[in-house]
Structures are given as structure tokens and as C-alpha cells.
């Protein structure tokens, strides 16, 4: 039994059908076989029971869409809904094509295809009638028109793929679409989300640029509900309300989708308002909108390496760190800002040469240092993709010099202790075991000594105490009015006392206001100062004090005559473990914690202090009138100001005074209050 009898129930039409000497065969709307008549066997190879209820293996891959375009083509064809066509027009369409044989050889025939319908209107299929063909005239013309559009369409694909940048690749699109199927305008909508925004187009009014669309009620909605990849749009009814219908005339619309890795990314539309449109135009759109998601891809694709790079560049040339990536052959190909200013080699003197320096081995950390003293830590890592090298190296001077001064504040710190301790434990062990031998004046004097080197330990806990609270950003202050004159005098008449070599010299402005800060931190910091000056002029000498106004703030300096601080280290004084550079100033013990200290202390109550040659204290007196020891310019303190004005007497210590010409001026600047 053939295909015929299954399907078609008259027995007039069976009987056509399987004497018909052309093959006929029908398809439902899946595109499985109804009939398959004895001719279909003869012409193709397989016999109906074979094809019966199968999709037909017969179009080659390179005509699917061609097939695909007459079958959507019949679907959407009236008679009357093009200008110029009749009801004889519009029942089938014939073109001709190739198809294939059981036997894998292809077979050029003429097919002439009709759409089934029910009585009733709604479509079941298709019908096509294949006619053997020889190589005539009209087929060979066929083949050579089809020939021409592959190639143009070869071209023109080849031109899209070697472009990269999307807005040309969409540019060039929509002129090949206007170009093949002759529409009278087009465009590509990309799909974004549940949104069309129309991307790109010709022939239509600029204003429709970027015009959205909601994609569920939309063509390109309907298509992808449909599993299909083009579609066919006619009707006025239908058109009226999309926003292509500011195209006047505008009768038909076919759409093609474009995919991008397997998933919808947009759509082609080509807009006929004057020209029929025939199966050919419909099979051109569908293959240029494959070919395009290809090329949308591949921009897409580019655009992202692209953007990707220009990050990983932004990247690398933001880094504090230098990098540096090196090629198979160990030679930098990549020399970021940071690298040239942390080795002051530029990229033009590093890019196509060896490293600079050593490189450690994979995962190693290497640390070294360059001439110019700067300390490194070198890393290397091999990128697995490319076989590359990626050096990376940092700064780490500070970190060092920080490290080399705590070894240095270990081995100073169990230096001061040591001392006072054994004198504590020999004078305590001498009083234990000779209290009785020892006369009261020598057991006075024994504790006297472990009294005042236990202060000099209380002192020493007392600055590593604060020092620690300062690293940790603990210090704690008050921020209040207080009267500056009354702690600079007590500050004065506490150190007055501690040594024969030195005289102190207090000069206060008697216009001077009250202080906004802390007293007992000021208290601490001018206590330091003294102490300090008293510590680096062992020959004794004249410490001055002065408080006096300046514009909004107060000034205190306390200046000496003494050793001075070394070019270069007015700066550094102030930071934590550190003394100066060796030499006089380390001779004198400590542990580099004390005007670290200072100089928190003062910040907390939004002050400065900086340490000047001692010259710049005794230039300060004379810009304000305050009064000066051995007369001079300015009226003398108020005497209601009892103690505003304490002196030693004149000249220097027993041991003949510092050296002229040197000194330190210590200047801190507080605010005024009001």
C-alpha cells in the first residue's frame, strides 16, 4: 500500500494521484509526510512506508532556507493583499532547485508547492508537485541568478566577519539587507530582556532610533513562539499599530532572528512598501540573519577582549605595586607607571629587554635592594594560558627601616633597662647585706640612688606606654580652655631644680589668651622638651621658654644651647625609634620614643611642632614685644603675673656652657581659645 490510500479518501483523487506521473508529496505543519504517490518513490529512492509520517530527508543544508521561505511565503500569501496580484497568483509557487536521492546524489527538479487547507480556511500543509528537469534554459538561468546571490551573499558575509566594530557591523547589515531583497527600508532590533530597542536602520525617519518596543506582543515575539526562524507580516490591519508603519505604503514585513551563542540576541526586519515579495527575498533574509549573528558575535566578542584589556590595563597602570610581564623568552613586554618610578627605568628603556633585576623563582618571595637604597619584595607568577610571566614588586623601605629601628629599639630599650636595674639590684643587695656596716649617711645615699633610677624606669615604662597608645591611635585627649601661662610656669619651676649646669628662662606675653586643648597632655609635651634640651646640652647653658601670641594661635618655643640636630634630620626626630643619626645624639641614651610622643600629642589637640636651628627662638621675642632677659625691646611682664618672668642667675654652667653657634629650637603651635 502506498502513501496515497492512508490520506486521501476519494477513491477519484487516490486514483489521480498514484497514476500521476509527477511525484507528489504533502506535508502537515510539522513537516511530516501525508503522500507519498509511486512517482515519489520512483523520483527519490524511498518508498512510502518509509516517508509516510517522517520529516522527508530531501533538502540539502544549503536550501533549507529557501524551502523555509516558500512555505512562509504560502502561508502569508492573499490574493488581493499585494498590489498587482490576482487569484490565479496566489495559489502556488514554482521554482527550481535540487533535492536528494536515497543514494545521496542530488537531482534538479521543478516544484511546484500549494498550501492544504481545510473547508473551512485554516491551513493543514503544504503539496508539492516535483517535476525531472534537464538542464534548459530556465533552469539554467535559475541556477546562474542563484549562483550571482551565493557569491554576492559570500562577499558580503566575508565583509561582515572582518569587521569588528559593532556599530559598522550593524551599519553594514542593513545596507546588505536593503541590497538582497530589495526592501524599501530596514533594521535590526536587539532583544533586551523583555524589550526590542531598535539599534540600527535605513529608510526610516532618525527619530526612530532606539525606539522600543514590548517583545511578548511584538513580530519577533510571535517568531520565536513559533520555533521558526523568519517570518511574514501583511495586512494593513496587522501593520497599522507597529511603529513601522510610519513607512508609507507599507504592505509586508519580513523578519529574520539573528542568534548569538545559541540564544536570540536580535532580529532583521526588511520593509516592502512598493515591490512584491517573492520566497527568494525571504530565503536571502534568513541566511543574512544567520550570517549576521555570526558577525554580531564576533563584535561583541571583540568588544569584550577590549574592554577586558583596557580594564587589566587601568588595572595594572593604577597598581602602586610594578608589574612587569615578561614573554617565553624572559623579556618584558609590559612596564607599568609604578615600575619606572620605583626603579626610575622607563618603559622605553625596559620593554624589549631582560629585568632589571634578579627574578626569584615561581611563588618565591625575594626581597633585595637597588642602588638607589630602595628596598623590594619580588614575586613571580606564570600566567597558564599564555606561558607568560608576570613580575610583580613593591615598596617595602619603609617596612624595613621600620624593622631595623625596632632591632635597634630592642637592643637600646634592654640597654636602659639593663643600667638602672643592676644599680637597683646592687644597692638593694649592698643594703640588705651590709645594712648594719654601713653608716646612715651611706644607706642615704643607697636609696637615694634606687630612688632615682627607679624613676628613671618609671620615665622609661611611661614612654613605652604612651609610645604604644600613639602607634595604636589610643591617645586620648580633652579638648578644652585652660590657662597655657600657669602649665608653662609649673612646667619651668618643676625642671628649674634638676641641674646645676643649666639656667631656665621663662618669657610669657602678658597678652597672652587661654588655650584650646588638652593641659595634662601640654603638660607631658612641654615636660619632654625640657628634658630634652637639658639631655643634648650636657655642658649646660640656657634653655629659653617663651609663650606668646601669633594671629589666631599660640607659640611656645623651648630653645637651648646644645649639640643641634644634623641637616637632614629635623623631620625624622619626630618619628618613632628614632634619635637622630649615631653619634653625639645617641651617646646619650633613650629609646626614640619621646618626641614621637610630642608629636602625637600635640596633633591630637590640632597643633603642629617642628624643630628649628636655635637661632629661630631667639628671633621670636622681637616680632612681638614680649620681654627678654638683659633688657631690649618690649615693656616688662605685669607684676600681677607673679612668676611670669623666672631666671637663673646670668652665664653659663660650672662646665663652661655648649658650644656657640649650635642648638635646637623646639616651636609648638597651639590654638587660641575665642
Known sequence: ????????????????????????????????????????????????????????????????????????????????????????????????????????????????????????????????????????????????????????????????????????????????????????AGGFVRIEGDRLRLVNMSGLPEHMRGRSADLRTSLVGELLRSGKTVKLATGQRRLGDLIWSELPGLHTIALGLSYLQNRPYGALYALFSGRKVGHTELELLELLAGHAGVAVGNAVAYAEVVRQRAHERAVIDSSADGIAVLDHDLVVRQWNPAAHALTGVPPGAAIGRPLPFDMPALGEMLTFRLESGTWLNVLAAEIEETGELVVDFRDVSEAKALEEAKDLFLATTSHELRTPITVVQGFASTLVNRWDELTDEDRRAAVATIAERAQSLGRLVEHLLLGSRAGADELTVTIESFDLSRVVEGVVAGFRSLSPLHRVELEIAPDLPECRGDAMATDIVLGQLLENAFKYSPDGGTVTVRALREGHDIVVTVADEGIGIPPGDHERIFERFVQGETGDRRRFGGIGLGLYIVKRLTEAQGGTISALPAGAGKSEASHTGASRPGGGTGPEPSASRAGALLRSPRGRGPAGGARAGEGTCMRLVLRAAG
Open 1 to 184: 500500500m502506498t502513501g496515497v490510500h492512508h490520506h486521501v479518501h476519494d477513491p477519484i483523487a487516490r486514483a489521480v494521484i498514484e497514476s500521476a506521473a509527477d511525484a507528489i508529496v504533502a506535508v502537515d505543519q510539522r513537516h511530516r509526510v501525508t503522500v507519498w504517490n509511486p512517482a515519489a518513490e520512483r523520483m527519490f529512492g524511498w518508498t512510502a512506508k518509509e516517508m509516510v509520517g517522517r520529516v522527508p530527508p530531501i533538502v540539502p543544508d544549503e536550501l533549507t532556507a529557501e524551502h523555509n521561505a516558500v512555505q512562509e511565503r504560502l502561508l502569508t500569501r492573499r490574493a488581493g493583499d499585494v498590489p498587482g496580484e490576482g487569484p490565479g497568483e496566489s495559489g502556488q509557487i514554482s521554482i527550481a532547485t535540487r533535492r536528494f536521492h536515497r543514494d545521496g546524489r542530488l537531482i534538479d527538479v521543478r516544484i511546484d508547492t500549494s498550501l492544504l487547507r481545510d473547508p473551512s480556511g485554516t491551513p493543514l500543509g503544504w503539496v508539492g508537485v516535483y517535476h525531472p528537469v534537464d538542464e534548459d534554459e530556465i533552469v539554467q538561468h535559475h541556477m546562474t541568478e542563484r549562483a550571482r546571490l551565493v557569491r554576492r551573499l559570500n562577499d558580503i558575509v566575508a565583509d561582515l566577519n572582518a569587521e569588528l566594530d559593532l556599530a559598522v557591523v550593524l551599519d553594514r547589515i542593513t545596507a546588505a539587507l536593503i541590497e538582497l531583497t530589495g526592501a524599501d
